[in-house]
């Protein structure tokens, strides 16, 4: 069966450090993978997906970037980080049109 | 553009009462309409798929319906463990974008 693995599960950053988030996922091929982050109390927001390795369509203009080195790995990174840029961030994969999410990162930026 | 609404915001129910959640939506085309439940601190976990206009799904004491402009999560005689978010997303024929509602937090007091 298929598993997605996304860490770490908390993360507490400075202003102006850098991030990097990573979500692998198994049991499955060529998926798309997706970045979003979920602000309290708002939809999930789409920050970037991949449909293949080298891939990647970006959603809004961030201060984040993100990456698909290989088939089943997708980061999420930053040079330098915002407050603006605490939050949820979660990554997810599909099949069928069904996004499926891992456990997700909580990152506060201070 | 796309939209997804979702009323209440939050539900507060005693164990036995039944309720339904709604999530409103506009989209050009639908190719499918999404249900989650979120647990605090966790990414969400897939419930359903609707995809035309009459459609029902049930499972254990949820059942989701859907027509052209809406859907109902309906809870019946719910216990506290059904406590969580509730989040509903469509996803646009044309282009394939998923867009989630902000959700519905629903408290279920034994």
């Known amino acids: 069966s298929q598993t997605i693995h996304q860490w770490p599960a908390t993360l507490v950053q400075p202003v102006g450090s850098p991030l990097s988030l990573e979500c692998t996922v198994e049991?499955?091929?060529?998926?798309?993978l997706y970045w979003y982050r979920q602000a309290a109390g708002r939809g999930l927001q789409l920050l970037f997906y991949?449909?293949?390795?080298?891939?990647i369509s970006s959603e809004v203009p961030q201060n984040l970037s993100a990456s698909r080195p290989q088939d089943r790995q997708f980061i999420l990174s930053s040079k330098k980080l915002l407050l603006s840029d605490s939050g949820f961030y979660l990554c997810?994969?599909?099949?069928?049109?069904?996004?499926?999410f891992g456990a997700g990162t909580r990152l506060s930026v201070l | 553009e796309d939209q997804v609404t979702q009323s209440p915001e939050a539900l507060r129910l005693q164990e036995g009462e039944s309720s339904s959640l709604n999530c409103s939506y506009t989209v050009s085309g639908l190719r499918g309409l999404f249900w989650y439940r979120q647990d605090p601190g966790k990414g969400p976990e897939f419930l359903f798929t609707l995809y035309s206009a009459g459609e029902e799904k049930e499972k254990e004491r949820l059942k989701a319906t859907l027509t052209k402009k809406e859907s109902f999560l309906h809870i019946t005689a719910p216990k506290p463990e059904d406590s969580a978010t509730y989040l509903c997303?469509?996803?646009?024929?044309?282009?394939?974008?998923?867009?989630f509602g902000a959700g519905t937090r629903l408290t279920v007091k034994p």
């Open positions: 049991g499955t091929s060529n998926p798309n």
């Open positions: 997303a469509v996803q646009d024929a044309r282009n394939n974008d998923m867009r």
């Open positions: 991949s449909v293949g390795i080298g891939q």
């Open positions: 997810a994969w599909s099949v069928a049109n069904i996004q499926y």
